[in-house]
């Protein structure tokens, strides 16, 4: 097997080789602290994240770089509306966005850096851009020349000549050409500024993550990742000055993942429907927003819908309850008999489930088509738990399945918590029974509220016992019809296992 990768800069998969066998370097755009993050932001970080994490699940060893922007317009602009000094509103919201993510389970990157730390590495960058003739003074500021480089925009596409015939770009008085761009600004009246051989000023934004990248990882490195909306400019300039600064190819493999709408409209201030990841936390479960997101394709479009997280959680109450029945299973019993890897179920995705990861998610990360096969590895593991009857085999199989399932599920940030823990935390009704130290129900007349319906066990036993034997007298239509009338009582989950059905779940 070999990893293969997108790379937007020759648009087709590439097979990976790295710059030095065994190691990684990869460098992703963060964000600017002006503001809270939204699932947008999630979306950028939780499929580097994965990648991240995959990456090293396969053997590499790993220089994960993330930086954080806090010089920036923005920033200054919401200093000066609120009366505080930039440094105020950046630390704010660098606060913010380590709460948030942390919540979210990302990792932390091997480092994080500052902008507002790197000044005398962009200063004297941008030095050397002047020195080779790609940059120029104008009153204070320093400009990028995009015509003296000749392959500009080769990352997104574009060509100088249509970026010049529409050009929309704010044109500053003393640009030479409208697409040149900031390197260096000139200070104004109330704003930070840092001293340079230009004048006070401070550095323009495309600058840092060139310095930044290169202090860490090279002035020649493996992965550069981001949003698809950096592809122009940001990541056009990029190229542009460290090339020009260093004679050298600046990124190997670059990596952009697709946009996220909101009910299939565009997220924006304008329309008001903005989604903060502070406030998706506070209605659903970190591991649920990791599935929403995984279960597409990095480089594909997402909707995000209630509905699409409600799907996410009732796919992640499947693998946790899997995982509870395997754990079950073998505290059964002591693993015996073998495993019997001619056995159907055992072929479909049980037996070769991290082998199956791995060959999927060398195509390009695709985290979606990896899911499917997990849940069809899940359906095949639960029937065969259903089907056997030693608990010594069911054991050995439940053993060996848990194994590589957890080891996938972390690539992808999921079943991180005990099950009991993960149930109590996100079902509204469930019945505890502490001896056992699982959610079930063990027939006694405790009374549930759904809303303002009373669900009384005693009759949800009954029904229960009546499926039962019915499915033990093979009577598949009746076990079928009372099966549907638990689901309008609001019973989702029956677990049917050899000695009856002993643990239900209900409707959150």
């Given at each position: 097997m070999a990893l293969a990768i997108y790379n937007t800069l020759e648009r087709r998969k590439e097979l990976f080789e790295p710059l030095e066998p065994g190691r990684v370097r990869m460098y992703v755009c963060g964000v600017t602290v002006y503001d809270l993050c939204h699932i947008g932001h999630a979306r950028a970080l939780v499929v580097?994240?994965?990648?991240?994490?995959?990456?090293?699940?396969?053997?590499?060893?790993v220089t994960y770089v993330r930086n954080i922007t806090d010089v920036d317009d923005k920033i200054i602009e919401r200093a000066q509306k609120e009366g505080v000094s930039y440094r105020l509103i950046a630390d704010r919201y660098t606060e913010a966005f380590h709460r948030d993510f942390d919540r979210l389970g990302l990792l932390r990157p091997d480092a994080e850096p500052k902008a507002s730390d790197y000044i005398d590495g962009m200063v004297e960058m941008i030095g050397r851009l002047i020195e080779r003739g790609y940059a120029y003074v104008?009153?204070?500021?320093?400009?990028?020349s995009v015509a003296k480089?000749?392959?500009?925009?080769?990352?997104?596409?574009?060509?100088?000549?249509?970026?010049?015939?529409?050009a929309r770009v704010k044109v500053h008085q003393a640009k030479r050409e409208p697409l040149d761009f900031a390197l260096w600004k000139a200070s104004k009246p109330g704003e930070p500024s840092w001293p340079s051989p230009w004048g006070e000023?401070?550095?323009?934004?495309?600058?840092?993550?060139?310095?930044?990248?290169?202090?860490?990882?090279?002035?020649?490195?493996?992965?550069?990742?981001?949003?698809?909306?950096?592809?122009f400019p940001h990541h056009d300039n990029e190229i542009a000055q460290s090339e020009a600064a260093t004679g050298k190819p600046?990124?190997?493999?670059?990596?952009?993942?697709?946009?996220?709408?909101?009910?299939?409209?565009?997220?924006?201030?304008?329309?008001?429907?903005?989604?903060?990841?502070?406030?998706?936390?506070?209605?659903?479960h970190p591991e649920v927003v990791w599935l929403f997101l995984l279960s597409h394709h990095y480089r594909s479009p997402i909707d995000y819908t209630e509905q699409a997280?409600?799907?996410?959680?009732?796919?992640?109450?499947?693998?946790?309850?899997?995982?509870?029945?395997?754990?079950?299973?073998?505290?059964?019993?002591?693993?015996?008999?073998?495993?019997?890897e001619s056995h159907p179920l055992w072929q479909q995705g049980v037996g070769d489930l991290e082998d199956s990861f791995q060959r999927t998610m060398d195509d390009d990360f695709n985290s979606a088509r990896a899911l499917g096969n997990m849940f069809k590895a899940a359906g095949a593991l639960n029937?065969?738990?259903?089907?056997?009857?030693s608990e010594a085999k069911k054991a050995a199989v439940a053993e060996d399945f848990l194994g590589q399932f957890l080891k996938v599920c972390q690539v992808f940030g999921i079943l991180g918590e005990e099950p009991l823990a993960y149930f109590l935390k996100t079902r509204k009704h469930y019945v505890l029974d502490a001896e056992a130290g699982k959610l079930l129900v063990t027939g006694s007349p405790a009374r549930l509220e759904r809303g303002t319906e009373p669900l009384d066990t005693e009759v949800i036993e009954t029904k229960i016992a009546e499926?039962?034997?019915?499915?033990?007298?093979?009577?598949?239509?009746?076990?079928?019809?009372?099966?549907?009338?638990?689901?309008?009582?609001?019973?989702?989950?029956?677990?049917?296992?050899?000695?009856?059905?002993?643990?239900?779940?209900?409707?959150k």
């Open positions: 580097f994240d994965m990648i991240n994490r995959y990456l090293r699940y396969i053997g590499y060893d104008a009153e204070d500021n320093v400009f990028y480089f000749p392959d500009y925009g080769r990352l997104s596409g574009k060509r100088i000549e249509e970026l010049v015939a529409g000023g401070r550095p323009g934004w495309h600058i840092e993550c060139s310095v930044m990248s290169s202090h860490y990882l090279g002035e020649t490195f493996d992965i550069h990742g981001g949003g698809r909306d950096l592809q600046f990124v190997r493999y670059w990596i952009h993942n697709g946009f996220i709408n909101i009910d299939k409209a565009k997220m924006s201030k304008s329309l008001g429907n903005i989604l903060n990841i502070e406030d998706i936390l506070k209605a659903h997280l409600s799907d996410a959680k009732k796919n992640l109450d499947y693998f946790y309850t899997t995982r509870q029945r395997c754990e079950e299973a073998v505290q059964a019993s002591a693993p015996a008999g073998g495993i019997d029937a065969y738990l259903d089907e056997e009857k499926r039962q034997a019915a499915r033990q007298a093979e009577d598949w239509a009746l076990a079928d019809g009372i099966r549907d009338d638990l689901a309008q009582r609001g019973v989702v989950i029956l677990e049917d296992r050899p000695d009856g059905t002993t643990v239900w779940k209900v409707r």
